[in-house]
């Protein structure tokens, strides 16, 4: 074996080897999937410590409103950006894009992307170069997006890290839909609980 097919075949296990640590991870979240605030951060953490990024957020779309709001973070701005309360509507920045037309995007330069919301880069003094952002989605609908920021090392998301961004916003997706599911099983035992007494 050539020094060169040595090196890709060690690449390849690496990566299905941390590929493999995601997909534990993602299952310890399954434990408690309506445990919402839990849930979030583990997604975030997990994605932040896969892609090797400096910095995150998890948007989710709420429902009354129909924007995506901040529903955890992380990095230097974290909490000044949870603090400011920004909602973002579909279609608008990249997130909103992502959101609205369900598909990951990649980008290596974020302020020359039409897309970018620089405002919210501006309110928060923090520099985006790089960009990877996914669909959080179940049965093909969207439920927010996860993005991580500025990869550290290197500028660029390659094409394994955004078929991996797929794959990742459906796990999410489906982790979310059934915490979802099991509130509303909740309440409705509770109301019927209610209703018998």
Do not use: W
């Not at 894009?97 to 974020?110: L, P």
């Not at 923090?126 to 991580?148: A, F, K, W």
């Amino acid at each position: 074996m050539s020094s060169e097919a040595y090196q890709h075949l060690l690449g390849e296990h690496q990566r299905l080897q941390k590929e493999h640590q995601l997909l534990q991870r993602l299952l310890h979240l399954f434990a408690a999937p309506d445990e919402f605030e839990l849930v979030f951060e583990g997604l975030m953490d997990a994605t932040m410590e896969f892609f090797e990024a400096h910095a995150g957020s998890l948007y989710m779309i709420d429902g009354e409103v129909g924007e995506l709001y901040f529903a955890a973070a992380r990095g230097p701005a974290a909490d000044h950006l949870l603090k400011l309360d920004i909602t973002i509507p579909p279609g608008k920045g990249i997130a909103g894009a992502c959101f609205k037309n369900r598909e990951v995007i990649a980008v290596s330069e974020a302020h020359k992307d039409p897309r970018f919301a620089k405002e919210v880069s501006e309110k928060i003094g923090y520099e985006v170069r790089s960009m990877l952002t996914m669909p959080i989605v179940v049965d093909g609908e969207p439920l927010g997006v996860l993005q991580v920021i500025n990869k550290k090392g290197e500028s660029l998301f390659n094409a394994e890290d955004i078929e991996l961004a797929g794959k990742l916003g459906r796990y999410a997706g489906g982790l979310i839909a059934l915490g979802l599911e099991l509130q509303a099983a909740d309440a409705a035992a509770a109301a019927a609980a209610e209703q018998g007494a």
